[in-house]
């Protein structure tokens, strides 16, 4: 996994509630075997009209917003389904971090576990984002991972990250290399648990 | 001290081990797995020449990426088709039963492990996939988890997790006839919302769970994640154990004994208390439909589509062609699925067959019904309930997750509306611009008869 300790870069708006895995990734392109490609089809049926043309009108594919790393997008982001799918086409695509008010619980996981920051903020703070980054689509953001703070000309914001996977994005560890370092642990758990056979 | 939820025995009994300042690690007793979400999983462990600790605890199925007719034949879709041949290759090199399309124990992951006795009450049970929750019907602490969870599954048969809050969701009183437990479900939903449960893992209580036969109880924790909950559970009783017992994986003669007095020590203690509390009338429940593209957007049937007026709102109606203050009563309606992990059990199909029996399906619909498992379509057979609905007009196909998640040829085209029995109403969920509104298998197939959406509160089912 990639490590992240700093970023400083521009957003994409996203003012959206309820955007749901389904929407970040259709079911349709699920098929794959692999983790690559995901980002190409990212929001495709926002990013493309009905006629499979790329819609001019959605941020993401907006000029202005070209090359930036964050996406900052309204309340409940990622809910729905599990597909990790979903976590693979938002990094595939290049954005190293989503800002909301509010994440799913599996989504927050499955962007943690691809080094993907989700980051929560207050619903205010969001609002103010948002305006920012929609006035002004060079507004900069600059995330320190270590010290949990968002820096912008609005000013500074903290932001909670749980402490454990703090240290693993930091690292870029992951959690197969920690639960492997507590096998004797495991089996001697299993040895001893309730079971009807 | 206080006493312990059902939640917390459960989880506590899995503990393995508590990281300071971090997660625990819970040890997962049940690993179901599918073809979509563990190819992935698969490779990152051998590329990394890690063996997979405990293949006889997962059971793996073919289920989301089928298709529904001509399951004999080779899977037309190329990477349909490659995606299956991996799931049955991985199977095979680690030892892991499949039962993949055409065996008689395949169908969809959440009705075909139940069915086989695979939950249990007091376990541990993960899926790659959210509908997971299904398994807390058996008070069984049952979620969705991400590939990289898959992974880390099958390297040690065992999750990092922090804890989630407890939540409890009590609904007491008499339902009104023709009100099934999905609409119990999106009643539910639609009075707290799509985030209401997110961070928590909840509890159904109440008169109304305790009376439900297993499969009304799966619909409802079902769509435990449809209002953001990881997991959704009810106390194991009698209704539980009677179901269990004498299931192919179920435990037998003495060892059926045991678990079931330990699987009576689990329902919440009464002087336990829950981080959050919901309290509904049963009565004031009535058959649901959705007007949105969230499961919460729900209303009773001829109630009226509430005015919000905020931009996701208005964009949810716009994609649905909807007005505020409408309502849906005979709207009309050219798709009908009954089918899904929510609804495809053969009670959904006896009570939509109660309405069907002796009727026809209006000529503007195309009625699909997809049964949940090899097990499910044989009952519908045997039952009579096959020939009821093909002497209706309704198209019988074979199971799987179907016109779900559209990832087959089973797609509802653009523009056009689908009652469907399904968990999902999302934008594009059926298929690219199709229009999704959520219901009972009853009310699904009154619309089926009558090609519009019409009023079942009144009617009286034979």
């Known amino acids: ?66 090359g930036a790393q964050i996406l900052v997008a309204g309340d409940n982001f990622g809910c729905g389904s599990s597909r990790e799918h979903a976590a693979w086409a938002i990094a595939g695509y290049g954005f190293r971090v989503v ?17 993907l920051l989700p980051i929560q903020v207050t619903p205010e703070y969001l609002a103010q984002l948002m305006t920012g980054i929609q006035e002004n689509p060079e507004f900069t953001i600059t995330i320190d991972l270590e010290n949990q703070v968002i820096d912008t000309s609005l000013g500074q914001a903290a932001f909670d990250i749980d402490p454990y996977k703090k240290v693993c994005l930091i690292n870029g560890y992951d959690d197969i290399d920690f639960l492997l370092s507590k096998k004797a642990e495991i089996e001697k758990f299993e040895n001893n648990r309730v079971t009807f056979a | 001290m206080t006493g312990k939820t059902l939640f917390d025995k459960v989880w506590d009994a899995h503990v393995v081990d508590s990281i300071d300042n971090g ?12 073809e979509v979400t563990s190819p992935q999983a698969f490779n990152e462990l051998e590329e990394r020449g890690i063996t997979i600790a405990r293949p006889d605890q ?12 001509d399951q004999h034949l080779p ?15 991985n199977c095979e090199k680690h030892n892991i039963t499949l039962y993949g399309l055409g065996h008689k124990y395949n169908g969809i992951v959440h009705v075909m492990a139940p069915e086989l006795g695979v939950t249990q009450p007091g376990m541990t049970m993960v899926c790659g996939d959210s509908h997971t929750s299904t398994h807390g019907a058996f008070g069984t602490i049952a979620f969705g988890i991400g590939t990289s969870q898959v992974g880390q599954v099958f390297a040690s048969q065992s999750l990092l997790l922090n804890k989630p809050k407890s939540l409890r969701v009590s609904v007491n009183g008499k339902l009104a006839p023709n009100v099934l437990p999905k609409d119990v479900i999106l009643y539910i939903i639609s009075k707290i919302g799509t985030n209401a449960g997110t961070g928590y893992f909840c509890e159904y209580a109440g008169n109304v769970f305790e009376e439900m036969s297993m499969e009304g109880r799966m619909t409802v924790c079902n769509m435990s994640i449809e209002m953001g909950a990881r997991g959704g559970m009810i106390a194991p009783d009698q209704t539980t154990f009677d179901y269990v017992e004498g299931r192919k994986f179920a435990p037998k003669g003495d060892a059926f004994a045991k678990a079931v007095k330990y699987w009576k020590t689990l329902p919440t203690d009464n002087d336990a208390v829950f981080d959050k509390e919901y309290h509904f009338d049963a009565a004031d429940i009535a058959p649901m439909l959705t007007y949105g593209t969230n499961p919460g957007m729900g209303i009773k049937i001829n109630g009226n589509i509430p005015e919000k007026g905020d931009m996701t709102f208005d964009k949810a109606l716009e994609y649905m062609n909807f ?13 009908v699925f009954i089918g899904s992990c929510t609804n495809s059990r053969i009670e959904d199909f006896r009570i939509a067959a109660q309405y069907v029996r002796g009727k026809h399906k209006a000529a503007n619909v195309n009625a699909w019904l997809v049964p949940g498992s090899q097990q499910v379509a044989k009952q519908l057979q045997e039952e009579g309930l096959k020939e009821v609905f093909e002497e209706a007009g309704f198209v019988l196909r074979q199971p799987g997750c179907s016109a779900c998640l559209a990832m087959n040829d089973d797609k509802i085209p653009s523009g056009e509306y689908c009652v469907s029995t399904s968990n999902r109403n999302f934008e594009g969920r059926q298929g690219q611009g199709a229009r999704t509104i959520l219901a009972s298998p009853l009310v699904a197939a009154a619309t089926a008869i009558e090609g519009k959406i ?5 009617e009286v089912l034979a």
Request: charged content about 25%; proline content about 6%; hydrophobic content about 35%.
């Open chain 2, 58 to 69: 997962i059971v793996a199925t073919a289920d989301h990426n089928t298709p529904t007719v």
């Open chain 1, 99 to 115: 800002i909301s008010s509010f994440f799913a619980d599996i989504f927050k996981g499955n962007a943690l576990n691809n080094g």
């Open chain 2, 454 to 458: 019409v009023d079942v509160t009144q």
């Open chain 1, 1 to 66: 996994m990639e490590k992240f300790k700093t970023l400083k870069t521009t957003a994409v708006p996203l003012p959206i509630e309820n955007i749901d895995t389904d929407q970040i990734i259709p079911a349709r392109f699920l098929k794959a075997t692999d983790k690559k490609g995901f980002g190409d089809n990212v929001f495709r049926d926002w990013r493309y009209t009905k006629e499979g043309k790329l819609d001019t009108d959605f941020p993401i594919n907006q000029p202005q917003y070209k």
């Open chain 2, 323 to 335: 007005k505020s203050g409408a309502q849906l009563l005979d709207t009309p309606i050219n798709y």
């Open chain 2, 23 to 34: 997660p625990q690690i819970l040890y997962i007793d049940k690993h179901l797995i599918h």
């Open chain 2, 75 to 89: 899977v037309k879709d190329e990477m349909s088709r490659n995606q299956l041949s991996q799931l049955t290759r």
